[in-house]
């Protein structure tokens, strides 16, 4: 295969941590988007599916010096290194070819139909951003769940048990955008067309979503802050999902230095 | 090996072609033989009425058929003559009098009772004398009811197409996909997958799964094909038709 120079789009999102309050309000939107299933007891949150995933992390010191600050976290859709062979690590252990890495849109797709269900995604993922449903979603509790269906969205197809989901950066609204585009008589995107719902709902407008290969979008501008940073950008897995935070000791933490490892390891050495 | 002499000095009985050709021989001997016949006739007893139960019998039990809830005929509507308000310069622009887009683009598929209700409005002046008309107007016009349509081109869930793609953008005829439905008198008996649930025109009518026609079957492989083949490869990435 011939050597890519990149997508034709390259979809990302930044989201400030400065401004996130930790409200949750973009799991809620995220579940109610997607058809996120939801169990009869929801009490045993280990088993919960979230594919926007509120983490809390602080700075493990006493009080009065403590600090708090609230992770959303979504699938980072990673990418290539750009010096070929390296993937998203979900893309390269799947063993049935169903996720992709998109290369017009750099989404990582995932084909619930294709599934099998065997995990190896799951553990490959460094961000715990795939799910595995061991339940039949909507139809598992019976009589409780009766024209519960009726609340699917159609947009988005519902999971069966025994397959991996994940955040697809709401796919559907990329086609819905589309679609809208194509009325209108013309192929091209204009900026915040496409958003997720997560984005949509932030009540402190902390997350923003656009093209990263757009030097013209929003969060293109938002990547050349000194504050940004990824989780894990050690691993080499190209997230596209940025983070900004003023404070020094959560953009040490997201790269879990160990405390005497403060230079994150560069990308050639792996 | 068959230049190997054997240690004693005498030649080798028989080398390894050479048993092999008396095998063959012996092999034909036995074809022509009684018994291997009687052999034939027992193998064919199995695989006839195995044919006949996999292509005839299979199929016919695979699919359960189902009538739609009226009928519609879609000749009548399209013939000028008797429809006057449904106009157009080509065919395309005629069938989006009823099946149109809303302005955010998505295809309305197969339309509500208001739009036949443009027409058929009045149960004191029907258009026509036909017991059709007045169980339109009776059951579902007066009483605002949709008709419970049984969709036969309706792709599995996991599914996302999008016809202001194909119409505006690829500028393909209705007929490519869905062949002569715009055309029907009569319309076809809806014939269910029993074990899967979807409709029979995805996998197609024959049971070979072998097109003659565009619209023969709209499986995956067909989309993909059609992609290729007008040069829009870049839509066989899984994420454009999956959802």
């Known amino acids: ?270 | 090996m068959e230049n190997q002499r054997d240690p004693s000095g005498k030649t080798p009985g028989q080398g390894p072609l050479l048993s092999l050709i008396n095998k063959i021989k012996a092999l034909v001997k036995t074809i022509f033989s009684s018994s291997f016949k009687i052999g034939l006739v027992y193998f064919a007893a199995g695989l006839v009425p195995a044919l006949i139960i996999g292509w005839l019998f299979f199929p016919a039990l695979l699919y359960s058929k189902q009538t739609q809830p009226m009928n519609f005929n879609h000749a009548l509507h399209m013939d000028p003559e008797i429809v006057s308000e449904i106009q157009g310069d080509t065919e395309t622009e005629r069938c989006l009098y009823c099946h149109s887009f809303r302005n955010d683009g998505t295809f309305t598929g197969i339309p509500e009772i208001g739009v036949c209700s443009e027409c058929h409005k009045d149960d004191d002046f029907p258009l026509g004398e036909s017991e059709e008309e007045e169980l339109l107007i009776n059951e579902y016009v007066t009483n605002k009811r949709e008709i419970p349509w049984l969709s036969y081109s309706r792709q599995p869930d996991c599914v996302y197409f999008s016809h202001i793609a194909h119409i505006e953008l690829g500028k393909l005829e209705c007929t490519t996909c869905h062949g002569n439905r715009g055309k029907n008198q009569v319309l076809p008996a809806y014939e269910k997958n029993r074990i899967s649930g979807y409709s029979r025109n995805i996998w197609g009518k024959k049971i070979s799964g072998l097109k003659k026609d565009t619209w023969d079957s709209m499986k995956m492989d067909d989309c993909a094909a059609c992609h290729k083949e007008k040069g829009h490869e870049e839509n066989n990435a899984c994420f454009t038709c999956h959802k």
Not at chain 1, 55 to 71: L, M, Q
Not at chain 1, 151 to 157: A, F, Y
Not at chain 1, 173 to 187: D, G
Request: aromatic share 10%; glycine share 6%.
């Open chain 1, 1 to 270: 295969m011939e050597k890519r120079e990149g997508h034709d789009n390259k979809y990302g999102m930044v989201i400030d941590l400065d401004k996130c309050t930790g409200c949750g309000t973009c799991m809620v939107a995220c579940a109610a988007e997607n058809n996120v299933t939801v169990r009869a007891d929801e009490s045993d949150k280990e088993r919960s599916i979230a594919w926007m995933q509120l983490y809390k992390i602080d700075n493990g010191r006493p009080f009065p010096d403590t600090e708090v600050c609230y992770f959303p976290r979504p699938c980072m859709h990673c990418d290539e290194d750009g010096r070929g062979g390296h993937h998203s690590p979900c893309v390269s252990v799947c063993v049935a070819t169903a996720t992709e890495l998109d290369p017009h849109t750099g989404i990582v797709s995932q084909i619930y139909a294709r599934c099998i269900g065997c995990r190896y995604c799951q553990a490959a993922c460094p961000y715990h951003a795939r799910y595995f449903n061991w339940w039949d979603g909507y139809s598992s509790f019976k009589p409780f769940s009766k024209g519960m269906e009726r609340s699917l969205s159609p947009e988005v197809s519902p999971r069966m048990r025994g397959v991996i989901e994940k955040c697809t950066f709401c796919h559907h609204r990329l086609m819905r955008a589309k679609t809208k585009a194509y009325a209108e008589n013309r192929r091209d995107l204009r900026e915040y067309e496409y958003i997720t719902a997560c984005t949509e709902a932030c009540p402190a407008r902390a997350i923003t979503f656009g093209d990263l290969n757009n030097p013209d979008h929003m969060v293109s501008r938002l990547i050349k802050n000194k504050n940004t940073f990824r989780l894990l950008e050690k691993l080499n897995t190209q997230p596209k999902v940025y983070y900004i935070s003023s404070k020094e000791w959560v953009r040490k933490l997201a790269d879990n230095y160990l405390p005497d490892q403060i230079k994150p390891v560069s990308g050639n050495d792996i």
